[in-house]
């Protein structure tokens, strides 16, 4: 019987072109305090850590108390200017495909000029890692897959993958596609598990996708404990006794030991809780620890 740690700590391989990443990336979705000083405090901080993939997007900023669509990546451009250094430190992502009152566009025209506006205001020459924030249904997978592969021959984007997609929307894609998706991004926590049961994560095994996983800890819900099942709560607490940290770096630590080796997006805009939970990297679960997880968070027994 194997019931050992499954926490895998290790770096992550993204893609084809030798990107490595840590377990832990920093999400950008609530970067929107417009002090420099502070932003430039909260990144050094994730990167000092070893969240080295940065996750932004251009709608990042168009809630969350930011200034609109573009502002995270805005913010984040500021951010390296000022500090061009750190630009070196981290696999840099970001997503594009949103366009707020339609609400998704994905034709070439606008998938291109979006691309390059989040060049421009990210102030980079090139997108490590691009992903499609979510489907567009009414462009064709060719013809994205076509805008995406020219983005990638002149150089603009290294990698691509695709966030809140079904398994059959990102089959369609790579169909069309010369090269690997690199990633996808569901959701994922101890309290939304849906990546474990509509075969996204089967998918990612398959392939060879890594996962990046949104909402870790449920918009919050699972550290503050609000509109969560009290026995999901019950067996965090206790496995954040018996491990000697909170119920929040042991729900890190669940999304980390799935073997499709996801990578877990922390949005804190506090340094010192990017420190403290990076201490979901040395924490044991075992396959009875996150089972235990599953059955509290879906309220009933496995069969």
């Known amino acids: 019987m194997d019931d050992g740690n499954l926490i895998d700590a290790k770096p992550r391989r993204i893609g084809s072109l030798d990107l490595t990443v840590g377990p832990l990336g920093f999400g950008c979705w609530r970067f929107t305090n417009n002090d420099i000083a502070a932003s430039t405090a909260v990144l050094e901080a994730a990167l000092d850590n070893g ?18 669509f573009g ?6 451009g500021k951010v390296l200017a000022q ?7 981290m696999v ?29 205001r990210m102030q980079v020459d090139t997108i490590d890692l691009y992903q499609i924030h979510r489907p567009d249904m009414f462009t064709h997978p060719a013809q994205l897959a076509a805008t995406l592969t020219g983005l990638r021959e002149l150089g603009k984007i290294r990698e ?10 990102t089959d369609a894609l790579q169909a069309h596609l010369d090269f690997p998706l690199a990633t996808d991004q569901p959701e994922f926590s101890a309290a939304h598990l849906v990546p474990l049961r509509d ?90 620890d996150c089972y235990d997880i599953v059955e509290a968070s879906e309220g009933q027994p496995l069969p």
């Open 92 to 120: 840099l992502a970001s997503k594009g495909g949103i366009l707020p009152g339609i609400p998704y566009d994905q034709s070439d025209a606008y998938l291109r000029a979006a691309c390059e506006a989040s060049l421009r």
């Open 199 to 288: 075969g996204t994560f089967d998918r990612c095994m398959r392939e060879g996708t890594v996962p990046l996983a949104w909402s870790v800890l449920g918009g919050g819900r699972l550290a503050d404990g609000g509109d969560v099942r009290p026995e999901l709560l019950s067996v965090l607490d206790r496995l954040g006794e018996r491990e000697g940290v909170d119920r929040a770096t042991i729900a890190v630590a669940f999304v980390l030991a799935h073997p499709a080796r996801p990578v877990a997006l922390v949005g804190t805009q506090r340094p010192a809780r990017l420190a403290a939970l990076k201490a979901a990297l040395t924490v044991t679960l075992t396959r009875s």
């Open 51 to 68: 969240y080295t993939l940065v996750d932004n997007a251009d709608v990042y900023g168009f809630d969350w108390g930011g200034d609109g």
């Open 160 to 169: 691509v993958g695709v966030s809140n997609f079904t398994v059959a929307q």
């Open 71 to 76: 502002h995270a990546e805005e913010l984040l």
């Open 83 to 89: 500090n061009p250094g750190l630009r070196d430190r």
